[in-house]
């Protein structure tokens, strides 16, 4: 079998595919200038002329000013960065508030500051997967230093309510982290308007290259360096830049500009349209409510199916389903989804869920067979089971 003609891939949430007009950006960036963009000749200025642009194209789509970037590996540093410089400015009477649902990247990290006493609150969620913003106050009168909030739920696509969020933090006067891996490109982000201190950004979730990210710093945000030594970026993460890449994540920012909202109505009929279709196979359960989830996540957990066995029949069938269980970290720890866990369900219902994330690829006809492959599994499972 031909693996790559015959794969339906619906894993967008984990990557994207380049978007048009990226790889020939970054073949550009590699090709017009091998000098730092640090340096102070010509070909060092066009290097960095390339970023200014760069930085332009990012900054449009959160409404940012493109001085206030700081450029990353990835969200998994940013993240680190947002927390960790935050609570090494702020000193040992940190307070973190943050969610439980909240990746790995913000969970291992808030865990290893707990380790060297920094306070942590956790706060909970509802069915739907979503905070109650009267804990949210609670926490913030209890001498809060910063709020820690991803935007879109990276295994569920729920969505936050960040502008509400953003109002309590500012009354309390504390300093708000949303981890917007999910969101850029997506939702409409606008640190100004939602009042964000920090902003954690990746550029492979929209068609951008892998190994680049960004972390918005709000202008007086108080803020300690984790990496040191060439006092790049305002000696807030020094290092060379990448200039290639991070040229690809503004290709990739200026074409999400161009078409995020007619895009995210398209994917939201498509993936109503899959909900209704796997609901052929019964006692299929939708994870999160659809009013407040992001219209390329589907998430939905099976009865009657062992959940590995589910994932291994969808992606190695014919055709292949590119799709995802829980989250990579929860399953390499042999663990159910912590986030549906937390959302109500049982460990034997998070064990058995599906991710479908559609993308920029995705048409009409590969839900449809998607749907049928869905079924025709799940209905092969069951009989097994029953025979058993």
């Given at each position: 079998?031909?693996?790559a003609?015959?794969?339906?891939?619906?894993?967008?949430?984990?990557?994207?595919p380049?978007?048009?007009?990226?790889?020939e950006?970054?073949?550009h960036?590699?090709?017009?200038?091998?000098?730092?963009?640090?340096?102070?000749?010509g070909?060092?200025r066009?290097?960095?002329?390339?970023?200014?642009t760069?930085?332009?194209?990012?900054?449009?789509?959160?409404?940012?000013?493109?001085?206030?970037?700081?450029?990353?590996?990835?969200?998994?540093?940013?993240?680190?960065?947002?927390?960790?410089?935050?609570?090494?400015?702020?000193?040992?009477?940190?307070?973190?508030?943050?969610?439980?649902?909240e990746?790995?990247a913000?969970?291992d990290?808030?865990?290893?500051?707990?380790?060297?006493?920094?306070r942590v609150?956790?706060?909970p969620?509802?069915?739907?997967?979503?905070?109650?913003?009267?804990?949210?106050e609670?926490?913030?009168?209890?001498?809060?230093?910063?709020v820690?909030?991803?935007h879109?739920?990276?295994?569920?696509?729920?969505?936050?309510?960040i502008?509400?969020?953003?109002?309590?933090?500012?009354?309390?006067?504390?300093?708000?982290?949303?981890d917007a891996?999910?969101?850029?490109?997506r939702?409409?982000?606008?640190?100004?308007?939602?009042?964000i201190?920090?902003l954690?950004?990746?550029?492979?979730?929209?068609?951008?290259?892998?190994?680049?990210?960004?972390?918005?710093?709000?202008?007086?945000?108080?803020?300690?360096?984790?990496?040191?030594?060439?006092?790049q970026?305002?000696?807030?993460?020094?290092?060379?830049?990448?200039?290639?890449?991070?040229?690809?994540?503004g290709?990739?920012?200026?074409?999400?500009?161009?078409?995020?909202?007619?895009?995210?109505?398209?994917?939201?009929?498509?993936?109503?349209?899959?909900s209704?279709?796997?609901?052929?196979?019964?006692r299929?359960?939708?994870?999160?409510?659809?009013?407040?989830?992001?219209?390329?996540?589907?998430?939905?957990?099976?009865?009657?199916?062992?959940?590995?066995?589910?994932?291994?029949?969808?992606?190695?069938?014919?055709?292949?389903?590119?799709v995802?269980s829980?989250?990579?970290?929860?399953?390499?720890?042999g663990?159910?989804s912590?986030?549906?866990?937390?959302?109500?369900?049982?460990?034997?219902?998070?064990?058995?869920?599906?991710?479908?994330?559609?993308?920029a690829?995705?048409?009409?006809?590969?839900?449809d067979?998607?749907a049928?492959?869905?079924?025709?599994?799940?209905?092969r499972?069951?009989?097994?089971a029953d025979?058993?």
């Amino acid at each position: 079998m031909n693996a790559a003609s015959e794969t339906i891939y619906l894993d967008y949430a984990a990557t994207a595919p380049l978007a048009p007009g990226v790889m020939e950006v970054m073949q550009h960036a590699l090709m017009a200038t091998d000098a730092n963009p640090a340096s102070l000749h010509g070909p060092g200025r066009e290097a960095a002329r390339l970023i200014d642009t760069a930085a332009a194209e990012v900054a449009q789509l959160i409404n940012a000013r493109e001085k206030d970037l700081i450029w990353t590996s990835g969200a998994t540093e940013s993240i680190n960065l947002a927390l960790k410089g935050v609570v090494a400015f702020a000193g040992t009477d940190a307070h973190i508030v943050s969610v439980v649902t909240e990746h790995s990247a913000t969970l291992d990290t808030l865990a290893w500051l707990e380790k060297y006493g920094t306070r942590v609150t956790r706060l909970p969620v509802d069915s739907d997967g979503r905070i109650d913003l009267g804990d949210l106050e609670s926490a913030l009168a209890d001498n809060a230093t910063l709020v820690s909030i991803m935007h879109v739920n990276n295994e569920t696509g729920v969505i936050q309510d960040i502008a509400a969020i953003g109002e309590r933090c500012a009354a309390h006067g504390v300093d708000l982290h949303v981890d917007a891996a999910q969101s850029l490109g997506r939702l409409a982000l606008d640190v100004e308007r939602m009042q964000i201190a920090l902003l954690s950004l990746s550029a492979h979730k929209i068609g951008g290259p892998k190994g680049v990210g960004a972390l918005y710093v709000r202008p007086r945000t108080g803020l300690a360096a984790q990496l040191h030594g060439g006092g790049q970026q305002r000696g807030l993460r020094s290092g060379t830049l990448a200039t290639h890449q991070i040229a690809g994540f503004g290709a990739a920012a200026a074409h999400m500009a161009a078409i995020r909202d007619s895009e995210q109505k398209r994917l939201a009929v498509l993936r109503d349209h899959l909900s209704d279709a796997l609901a052929r196979a019964d006692r299929v359960m939708r994870n999160g409510g659809p009013v407040h989830t992001a219209a390329p996540f589907l998430n939905v957990s099976v009865a009657g199916v062992h959940g590995d066995a589910l994932l291994k029949g969808l992606t190695d069938g014919a055709p292949a389903l590119a799709v995802s269980s829980g989250a990579a970290c929860s399953a390499a720890k042999g663990q159910s989804s912590y986030v549906l866990r937390a959302m109500g369900r049982s460990p034997r219902e998070a064990g058995a869920s599906i991710r479908f994330s559609l993308g920029a690829g995705t048409t009409a006809a590969q839900i449809d067979a998607a749907a049928d492959r869905f079924v025709s599994e799940v209905s092969r499972l069951r009989a097994i089971a029953d025979a058993a």
